[in-house]
């Protein structure tokens, strides 16, 4: 017995010292890849801006990068685009996911809080390609009786679909951020009167804002970066107006076009799809950073 003892601790201390080994092992790789990544996306812009100017990608209002006479290498089209999407999906899933969360958190009872909560997650598991022809065999021709002049190709169908599949990460989120609050204030404001509809609003709300507004950053940052619903919907046009009935073409669309074989290895085009990529990134970065500015700025501590 005694035997058996010391071979189970020798075993268990040494289970102890390789766990470490392992957990920084994964966390290593997990850094390196992360900074692979960015390298290569470095590396690979650099090379496009020794052809051409970055005044002229950042300030171009012409994206024609297959252009036989004069290609134009505007990155202002795309990001006009990403942004149109981005917006009208804002209008859509800010409204309905905090609509949903005062819901999940300050009416619904245990039982319903438990079954309506795992079907509203259930969306963010829908593949993006399957949003993406939802959007173009379903929700274009609903909304072209509404819009005669909706294009097939267009921002407004494609905005609203991204707009429902980032609903539940606005939902889920906003939900934890109003559950945390401690009844005792709920409880102090139903003692002075204020109904539950009050208290949710005028309450609830404030107390948990640094989860809810970093919620809809993290979901919008979602939204900038979709590709697949663009691509399918959305079509491959850029332009810098204000129209979301006419065919559009964000950051990632264009990605997708390049990397579906339009353009050859080593080409201007080729390596246009890092620079893009790049300023892609910079905009997530940018969001993420915000999420995570927001969440410390305005967190309150009970």
Known sequence: MIMEKKQQRKNGFSFEKIVP?????TAIISVLTTLGIVFTLI????TFFTEIPLKEFLTDKKWYPFSKTEASFGILPLIMGTLKVTGIAALVAVPIGLASAIYLSEYASDKARRMIKPILEVLAGIPTIVYGFFALTFVTPVLQKIVPSLEIFNALSPGI???IMITPMIASLSEDAMSSVPNSIREGAFALGATKFETAIKVILPAALSGILASIVLALSRAIGETMIVS????S??????DVTTSIQTMTAYIVQVSTGDAG????????????GMTL???TLLMNLL???ISLRFREEY
Do not use: H, K, R
């Open 291 to 293: 999420a995570q500015f």
């Open 265 to 276: 290895y080593g080409t201007t085009i080729y390596y246009s799809i890092y620079a893009v």
């Open 232 to 235: 399918v919907a959305g079509g």
């Open 161 to 163: 679909v991204i707009g």
């Open 21 to 25: 080994g392992l957990l920084l092992l």
């Open 281 to 283: 990134f910079v905009f």
């Open 237 to 242: 046009t850029p332009n810098m107006d204000m």
């Open 43 to 46: 590396f690979e812009t650099v």
